[in-house]
């Protein structure tokens, strides 16, 4: 796709509308660092798939690989294929209003320099974020400078709950949630036809300046119409559906809807492989009935954040339908099989899609799969555990691993066993028993090789993206090591918007019990930006806190310091208790009382090593 004139309605709906593109849909920052750029997915110009890429996902891998900018309909326009995620511009009677400014500022500001180069100059008069996720979010500072939205009164528009549930996502749970992506989208292995070809919503991720303007109004009914400049929008709340705080859109004059992240080109995840709070799959299927019977009937076009749109009021009144149904069957069937005494590994080993929702591609797992969105189903209604006692209380894997090759017969006969099997085709199987290996010993080279080699096989016959790269990297990693990398930092936006609560959290779960053990503090926070007060209580090993009045706390320290400052020393990504630190030595981060128990508390907090083990001890 290189031409820069509009070309007619295409009969392939992925390039229907492409209007222009640059080489490879190429981005750099300012120090000319690649943020982003799909060179290196030249293999996938060959139609015919690689014997170790699934058909299925080759074909989608194809499908992602458009890029540019695209007519969705009149007035509305996307750029696709300049990050994981697509940018919706739609033209107002002034300028024109954004959806989703992608992942990073670096391919947020391309894209729009793109749309510009082919539209004009027209000022941006609004941002909506779709959902509390970071791709549809951290771009905004690339499309709109924070200072001239507030000059301009540029309305930042986002779904109830959206600031608390953004940050959230990535606090607490960050760190292993970060390492965890890497094995769901691959960004870190390399592109190829026996390495990464796809993340099934789009290509990979970005690697540019996460970013966030805090929404300036926020969606607190179901159903709320409203004008944007010169444009009618309604907009519908969706939460706790694809994430915690979502809503999709309906433009009546347009007759044109978008589905956010509840209807894409793909299975979608009700738990994804790096983890998350489990989506409930009942409501989500709930939320595209309604859209189907509100307002498929009054448009022509349905399109997303992710993929590509459908047109025709038929064809996408089928294809909601259909991904309506997609999740109906999921959660009824497997609470069905669930309420006959069926487990999560026994639902998923026998449950398929029915004829009608296996024959459309749409429906099938690129990205999430039926195998882990049932025992999603299952863990949302019961948890992790399956009844069975026997498994109450499992021994941890470097135990139980060491038991299993005892009770093979030790790591030779095992071996043997294994490599029969792998040469059967029975790859499941020797990935499972060579980790035991693995974990007993670490060290051993023919397990380490042979469970790579197995995981490889059931990369390459995995239909879904996230699948394939988990697997893939399972394998590199059993090859060659962990990587090192970088301490993990979500810059200073998205630091900035932690509520102090939130902060306090991670205080909490970065406490080294042995060290707090026996230890009792009274610790006052003062936010002077905020004029918050919080008490924090250490006590049997636990950190507790609550909002106190100044006058009311009975404290052996305190530390005062903004919001801002806090969050401007957490973004160099040293460690909370190593920036505080450091906080306090600059006088940056002021502290009353016994200071030296300030810094026996801050020494009983650990940081969290980015890159630990996954796939042995």
């Known amino acids: 796709m290189t031409t820069n004139n509009p070309v007619p309605l295409s009969p392939d709906p992925v390039t229907r509308g492409f209007i222009a593109t640059w080489p490879n849909a190429e981005v750099r920052d300012a120090t000319g660092r690649i943020v982003w750029t799909l060179a290196g997915y030249e293999f996938l110009d060959d139609a015919e798939p690689a014997p170790s890429v699934h058909p299925g996902l080759w074909a989608h891998a194809r499908r992602n690989l458009a890029h540019g900018l695209f007519q969705v309909t009149e007035r509305i326009y996307q750029v696709r294929g300049f990050d994981l995620a697509n940018m919706t511009l739609i033209e107002g009677d002034e300028g024109v209003v954004i959806i989703d400014p992608l992942t990073c500022a670096e391919t947020a500001e391309a894209a729009l320099r793109l749309y510009r180069a082919h539209r004009g100059e027209r000022p941006v008069t609004a941002v909506v974020y779709s959902h509390s996720h970071v791709d549809p979010v951290g771009g905004v500072r690339g499309v709109i400078d924070a200072q001239d939205a507030i000059l301009r009164r540029v309305p930042i528009i986002a779904p109830a709950g959206f600031v608390w549930h953004t940050v959230a996502e990535n606090m607490v749970a960050g760190n292993a949630m970060s390492r965890r992506s890497q094995f769901q989208f691959g960004h870190t292995l390399p592109r190829g036809v026996c390495g990464q070809v796809d993340c099934g919503l789009g290509k990979s991720l970005p690697h540019g ?3 966030l303007i805090p929404p300036t109004m926020t969606i607190e009914k179901d159903r709320e119409r409203h004008v944007i400049d010169g444009v009618e929008i309604v907009f519908a709340l969706a939460p706790e559906s694809e994430a915690p705080s979502e809503m999709f859109f309906f433009f009546p004059g347009l007759r044109a809807l978008n589905l956010a992240e509840i209807g894409q080109q793909s299975m979608h995840n009700l738990c994804p492989l790096r983890g998350a709070q489990v989506r409930d799959a009942r409501l989500w299927s ?11 009937p009054h448009a022509d076009v349905v399109f997303a954040p992710h993929n590509w749109p459908t047109w025709g009021q038929a064809e996408l009144s089928r294809f909601i339908a259909e991904q309506r149904d997609l999740y109906k ?3 009824d069937q497997t609470v069905r099989l669930m309420n006959q005494g069926q487990t999560a590994v026994e639902i998923a080993e026998v449950l398929r899609l029915p004829a009608e929702l296996a024959g459309a ?3 099938q797992g690129y990205y999430g799969t039926l195998v882990h969105n049932v025992k999603a189903v299952v863990q949302h209604y019961l948890g ?7 498994r109450l209380h499992a021994l941890p894997p470097v135990d139980a691993g060491t038991r299993y090759v005892d009770y093979m017969g030790g790591a030779q006969a095992l071996m043997a066993r294994a490599h029969e099997d792998f040469e059967r085709g029975e790859h499941r199987w020797v990935a499972e028993v060579t980790a035991h290996l693995v974990f007993a010993d670490p060290t051993h080279q023919g397990a380490r090789a042979l469970c790579a080699a197995a995981l490889e096989q059931l990369g390459f016959a995995s239909e879904s993206a996230t699948w394939r790269n988990a697997y893939l990297l399972a394998a590199r990693e059993l090859r060659n090591g962990v990587r090192t990398g970088p301490r993990r930092s979500l810059g200073y936006d998205l630091l900035k918007a932690v509520p102090m609560e939130m902060f306090l959290d991670c205080l909490a779960v970065r406490l080294v019990a042995e060290r707090a053990s026996g230890q009792v503090l009274r610790l006052g926070w003062r936010v002077t930006d905020t004029g918050e007060h919080w008490s924090l209580s250490l006590g049997n090993a636990a950190l507790t806190y609550r909002r106190a009045v100044d006058a009311d706390m009975a404290l052996d320290a305190a530390i005062a310091v903004s919001h801002e400052e806090l969050a401007r020393l957490l973004a160099h990504g040293d460690g909370v208790a190593a920036a505080l630190t450091a906080g306090i030595a600059e006088g940056r981060v002021g502290v009353t009382g016994d200071v030296p128990r300030v810094h026996a ?17």
């Open 329 to 331: 069957y999921t959660h």
């Open 361 to 363: 591609t749409h429906a």
């Open 601 to 617: 508390f801050l020494a009983m907090l650990e940081e969290f090593a980015p890159m630990f083990n996954v796939v042995e001890p």
């Open 384 to 390: 992790w555990y399956d009844g069975n006692p026997a």
């Open 209 to 211: 300046t996460v970013t």
């Open 286 to 296: 709930r939320y595209l009935d309604e859209a189907l019977h509100e307002f498929a």
